[in-house]
Protein backbone atom coordinates (compact mmCIF):
# COMPACT_ATOMS: atom_id res chain seq x y z
CA UNK A 1 0.00 0.00 0.00
CA UNK A 2 0.85 3.84 -1.08
CA UNK A 3 -0.25 6.75 0.97
CA UNK A 4 0.09 9.99 -1.49
CA UNK A 5 0.08 13.24 0.02
CA UNK A 6 0.09 16.08 -2.39
CA UNK A 7 0.77 20.10 -1.35
CA UNK A 8 2.24 22.93 -2.67
CA UNK A 9 -1.14 24.14 -4.53
CA UNK A 10 -2.52 27.97 -4.27
CA UNK A 11 -3.96 30.61 -6.10
CA UNK A 12 -1.46 32.22 -8.49
CA UNK A 13 -1.37 34.99 -11.35
CA UNK A 14 -1.14 34.03 -14.78
CA UNK A 15 2.22 33.88 -15.96
CA UNK A 16 3.38 32.69 -12.68
CA UNK A 17 5.05 29.75 -11.44
CA UNK A 18 3.98 26.97 -8.58
CA UNK A 19 5.64 23.54 -7.30
CA UNK A 20 3.39 21.02 -6.45
CA UNK A 21 4.73 17.88 -3.91
CA UNK A 22 3.51 14.65 -3.54
CA UNK A 23 4.74 12.69 -1.00
CA UNK A 24 4.66 9.33 -0.42
CA UNK A 25 4.62 6.74 2.14
CA UNK A 26 4.57 2.25 2.73
CA UNK A 27 5.92 0.16 -0.07
CA UNK A 28 8.94 1.19 -1.72
CA UNK A 29 8.27 4.00 -3.89
CA UNK A 30 10.90 2.99 -6.55
CA UNK A 31 8.65 0.49 -7.50
CA UNK A 32 5.93 2.67 -8.60
CA UNK A 33 5.66 5.14 -12.26
CA UNK A 34 4.58 8.53 -10.43
CA UNK A 35 1.33 10.39 -12.45
CA UNK A 36 0.02 14.15 -12.09
CA UNK A 37 -3.81 14.42 -13.39
CA UNK A 38 -6.05 17.33 -13.01
CA UNK A 39 -9.73 17.78 -12.81
CA UNK A 40 -11.42 20.84 -13.59
CA UNK A 41 -14.65 21.75 -12.31
CA UNK A 42 -16.80 19.96 -14.87
CA UNK A 43 -14.73 18.44 -16.71
CA UNK A 44 -13.36 15.11 -16.66
CA UNK A 45 -10.15 13.80 -15.08
CA UNK A 46 -7.16 14.49 -17.61
CA UNK A 47 -3.67 13.28 -17.82
CA UNK A 48 -0.53 16.31 -16.87
CA UNK A 49 2.94 14.58 -16.43
CA UNK A 50 4.03 11.08 -15.42
CA UNK A 51 7.74 9.49 -14.90
CA UNK A 52 9.26 6.46 -15.16
CA UNK A 53 10.52 4.34 -12.26
CA UNK A 54 13.82 5.61 -12.22
CA UNK A 55 12.95 8.88 -13.51
CA UNK A 56 14.67 8.18 -16.52
CA UNK A 57 11.30 9.16 -18.87
CA UNK A 58 8.69 11.49 -18.76
CA UNK A 59 5.97 12.50 -20.27
CA UNK A 60 3.48 15.21 -20.80
CA UNK A 61 0.35 16.14 -21.97
CA UNK A 62 0.37 18.82 -24.97
CA UNK A 63 -1.21 21.48 -23.11
CA UNK A 64 1.81 21.63 -20.69
CA UNK A 65 4.62 20.51 -22.73
CA UNK A 66 7.41 23.10 -22.48
CA UNK A 67 5.98 24.46 -19.02
CA UNK A 68 5.67 21.90 -16.56
CA UNK A 69 8.42 19.45 -15.14
CA UNK A 70 8.10 15.92 -13.79
CA UNK A 71 10.58 15.01 -11.26
CA UNK A 72 11.11 12.48 -8.49
CA UNK A 73 13.47 11.77 -5.57
CA UNK A 74 13.67 8.03 -4.86
CA UNK A 75 15.47 8.18 -1.78
CA UNK A 76 12.91 10.88 -0.31
CA UNK A 77 10.10 9.38 -1.67
CA UNK A 78 9.09 12.50 -3.21
CA UNK A 79 7.46 13.20 -7.29
CA UNK A 80 7.63 16.78 -7.53
CA UNK A 81 5.52 18.87 -10.54
CA UNK A 82 7.48 22.49 -11.60
CA UNK A 83 4.62 24.14 -13.39
CA UNK A 84 5.66 27.74 -15.34
CA UNK A 85 4.32 29.89 -17.44
CA UNK A 86 0.46 29.29 -15.95
CA UNK A 87 -2.68 30.09 -17.61
CA UNK A 88 -6.14 30.22 -16.08
CA UNK A 89 -7.25 27.15 -17.88
CA UNK A 90 -4.59 25.31 -15.73
CA UNK A 91 -6.55 25.89 -12.90
CA UNK A 92 -8.18 22.66 -11.59
CA UNK A 93 -7.48 19.93 -8.79
CA UNK A 94 -4.21 18.22 -9.48
CA UNK A 95 -3.79 14.55 -8.05
CA UNK A 96 -0.48 12.52 -7.76
CA UNK A 97 -1.44 9.05 -8.23
CA UNK A 98 1.38 6.05 -8.12
CA UNK A 99 1.35 2.85 -10.85
CA UNK A 100 3.04 -0.27 -9.51
CA UNK A 101 5.84 -1.43 -11.66
CA UNK A 102 4.71 1.39 -14.59
CA UNK A 103 3.40 0.91 -18.01
CA UNK A 104 2.81 1.98 -21.22
CA UNK A 105 -0.88 3.45 -20.49
CA UNK A 106 0.91 6.13 -18.73
CA UNK A 107 -1.93 8.48 -19.62
CA UNK A 108 -5.03 6.76 -18.72
CA UNK A 109 -5.88 6.76 -15.01
CA UNK A 110 -7.69 3.42 -14.68
CA UNK A 111 -3.68 2.38 -14.58
CA UNK A 112 -2.82 4.18 -10.87
CA UNK A 113 -3.37 2.17 -8.46
CA UNK A 114 -2.90 4.73 -5.52
CA UNK A 115 -4.10 8.22 -5.50
CA UNK A 116 -3.45 11.57 -3.56
CA UNK A 117 -6.50 13.65 -2.22
CA UNK A 118 -5.31 16.34 -4.36
CA UNK A 119 -4.58 20.05 -4.36
CA UNK A 120 -6.43 23.23 -5.77
CA UNK A 121 -4.45 25.21 -8.42
CA UNK A 122 -6.35 28.42 -9.25
CA UNK A 123 -4.56 30.85 -11.93
CA UNK A 124 -6.15 34.61 -12.30
CA UNK A 125 -6.14 36.64 -15.36
Known amino acids: QVQLVESGGGLVQAGGSLRLSCAAS????????MGWFRQAPGKEREFVAA????????YYADSVKGRFTISRDNAKKLASLQMSSLKPEDTAVYYC??????????????????WGQGTQVTVSS
Open 97 to 114: AADQYGSSSYARSTEYDY
Open 26 to 33: GRTFSSYA
Open 51 to 58: ISLTGGRT
